[in-house]
Each structure stands twice: as structure tokens, then as C-alpha cells.
């Protein structure tokens, strides 16, 4: 085991985040910010807009990561982990390169990031390694000495990330009424990605869509032996978001409630697995979208949490972090994981999650940031 209170060679622990709007006059600058060079018109960014103005223009995710920022902090102070904890946003305030500078100020000189996404695919990994080369970047632009930046590995398949999810699941199936309960499906949701990223994900390709697997057949499973009913499920997608003739994962969480439907099953519970907190895509794209969709067809349907600010999950994080503080100090420390895929590499290979347009990228075996 990793010593639980020593952080060494790293003096700070960044939480990078997608970053979202506070606000009705944010929602397209943040949108802007999102797809710039994508060439989308304004008046298709305000159209997509109406999700967030449904919810006051405020997306969840920033008032989330404030209390995940908290429930870090609290628990590193709680035992005995001396690491600041910063916060900053790939698309909106705390913006990353204002944050990188502000820790760089602070005398921050060896970092680790946390990513609020937890599996291997280019926008769920890649692309954050991108945006930190860039703000490096940045930074040296301005005169400053660009900090060692290092990333967690993947926590997909770590019991504090799988296990509140697991309670989550349970605590939905209890929501169902009584009568249809024994018989609900299981609905494992994802974002879905281009077919062309999910197949080159990871190191080999196919990391994406397996490291989901995995984790459904190990949160199914701990479902079956707490209520010994062995339920039926599927991975599914959703917020799918690019071009009709470009093939993405499939099938639609809401095509998938239309079959399930049509095949007679009494109810379904929607278990976001591929999402750390409840943010837009979650409150939108399930809560709204799917769930007027189950009201539709009559399915009775529940949505199970997400890990949010679970103790369990910041637990996680200071043990992934003292687990990577020990590596680095050249000692081989117990590394977590549930499921059969086993924990994750520390550092992204060559190659990994690859771009359509190659770009630097930090936290890497070919980061220009060493």
C-alpha cells in the first residue's frame, strides 16, 4: 500500500473540468467557446441553447465541481494529505490557462490533474491532454516556467467511482412500484462519440466501449447478489451531437426505451455510467428527453445517481493520487480496480485516443511538457 499522507514529488492536485454556463447571457459564449472552428452559425448555437435556458441558463456541472472541490479538500485535510486543490474549466471560468497560472504564481512546480471524466476516448481524455499543452503553451508565451503536469489514470473500474453507483442503482430500483420492480431492465447510458474515436480509443482501440462494459457487468452484478434478481441490461447512448452522415454508438437510450417497451418489459432504471456528475447532459438528455420519452410509451422508468461528491469518490481520489506519488518514487504501490480489464496505465502511450489533426498534448509519453 501507497502511504495515504504522502503526495511526494507532486504539491498540487488540479480538478479539470468541462466547464458550463452561470448564467442566461453565458449559454452561446460558452457554446461559442465549445465548437470554435467548427464553423457552426450562431443561430444553430442559439437553438441549442434552449436546452440551457430551460434550466435558467445555468448548467449544474459548475455548482457540482464546487462541491466535489470541497468534499476533496475536506477529505485531504481529514487524513492527513497536505495537497492544495485547484479547480479550472476547459470552456468557461475558472478557465484551465487562468488556473495553471494562478498555481504557477502559487510556486506549484509538479501537478496532477484530475479529469471529471473517467474513460479512455478522445474527448474524454485526449482532448483534455490537448487543452493542457495549450495552456503550457500559453503560459511560457507570457515568460512563466511551464509546471510538470502529470494526469490520473482512468478511474472507471475504481471502487470508490463503482460502488456509489452500485448504491445508486439499488436506491432507484426502490423508487419503482412495487408490481414492476422484480422485472425492470437495467439502461447503462453513455455519452455517445464518432464510431472512428470509439474504435481508435486507448492504447489498442476499443477501449471505450469495453471499459463501459466492464464496468455494467460488475455494477449488474453486485445488483443481482443484493436483491437476487438477475436482471437483463444493455449499454446505450445519448447527446449525440454531430453530423447525421457520420456514424455515432448507437443505440439511443430513447430508441432503446422504445424496444424495450415494444418487447413488454414493465419498467427500466437509467443508470448514467458514463458520467461523473449530473450535468447538462444528464438533466436534459435523460431527465427530460428520456424521461418524457418512458411517459410517452407508459414505461415506468427512475434514473439512478451519479457519483457527484460521494465521500467514497473523493476517497478515491486522494488514494489515486498517493497511488501515483508512489509510483513516481519508484515504489509499486496496490493499485484498485473492480471488473476484469484491471487497473489503467498511468501515463497515455503514444498514439492513444489519436486526433483527427494531430496536436501537442501534456501528461503524455509524447507530451513536450516531460
Known amino acids: 500500500m501507497s502511504d495515504a499522507t504522502d503526495a511526494r514529488p507532486y504539491d498540487a492536485l488540479l480538478l479539470l473540468s468541462f466547464g458550463g454556463p452561470e448564467g442566461p447571457d453565458d449559454v452561446v459564449p460558452f457554446l461559442e467557446n465549445v465548437t470554435r472552428g467548427r464553423g457552426i452559425p450562431r443561430e444553430r448555437l442559439e437553438e441549442v441553447g434552449q436546452h440551457y435556458y430551460l434550466f435558467g441558463g445555468v448548467s449544474p456541472i459548475n455548482a457540482q465541481n464546487r462541491e466535489l472541490l470541497a468534499a476533496l479538500r475536506e477529505d485531504f485535510a481529514a487524513n492527513g494529505l497536505d495537497l492544495p486543490v485547484y479547480w479550472g474549466n476547459r470552456n468557461w471560468a475558472p478557465y484551465l490557462t487562468d488556473t495553471l497560472r494562478e498555481m504557477v504564481s502559487d510556486g506549484r512546480r509538479r501537478i496532477l490533474v484530475l479529469a471529471t471524466s473517467a474513460y479512455a476516448s478522445y474527448s474524454g481524455c485526449r482532448q483534455y491532454r490537448e487543452n493542457l499543452a495549450e495552456a503550457l503553451a500559453a503560459l511560457e508565451a507570457e515568460g512563466l516556467r511551464a509546471p510538470r503536469v502529470d494526469k490520473l489514470r482512468h478511474y472507471f473500474n475504481h471502487p470508490g467511482f463503482v460502488r456509489p453507483m452500485t448504491d445508486g442503482v439499488l436506491a432507484a430500483l426502490a423508487e419503482l412500484p412495487g408490481e414492476v420492480r422484480a422485472g425492470a431492465h437495467l439502461v447503462f447510458t453513455t455519452h455517445s462519440i464518432p464510431l472512428s474515436q470509439a474504435e481508435t480509443s486507448g492504447p489498442d482501440g476499443g477501449a471505450y466501449v469495453a471499459q463501459h462494459l466492464d464496468v455494467a457487468r460488475v455494477i449488474a452484478g453486485a445488483v443481482r447478489e443484493e436483491t437476487g434478481v438477475d436482471r437483463p441490461w444493455e449499454l446505450v447512448y445519448q ?111 503514444v498514439g492513444c485516443c489519436p486526433a483527427r489533426t494531430p496536436k501537442p498534448a501534456a501528461a503524455g509519453a509524447d507530451s513536450p511538457y516531460a
Open 239 to 349: 447527446s449525440r451531437s454531430g453530423a447525421p452522415h457520420i456514424p455515432w454508438l448507437e443505440p439511443d437510450v430513447c430508441d432503446h426505451l422504445e424496444a424495450l417497451h415494444g418487447q413488454g418489459v414493465p419498467a427500466a432504471v437509467m443508470v448514467p455510467i458514463g458520467f461523473v456528475s449530473d450535468h447538462m447532459e444528464v438533466l436534459y438528455d435523460l431527465d427530460t428527453e428520456a424521461m418524457a420519452k418512458a411517459g410517452e410509451l407508459g414505461l415506468p422508468a427512475v434514473r439512478s445517481a451519479t457519483v457527484g461528491a460521494d465521500p467514497r469518490f473523493a476517497a478515491a481520489v486522494r488514494d489515486l493520487v498517493t497511488e501515483r506519488a508512489a509510483a513516481e518514487r519508484g515504489e509499486h504501490p496496490e493499485r484498485c480496480a473492480l471488473g476484469a480489464l484491471g487497473a489503467g496505465h498511468d501515463v497515455c502511450p
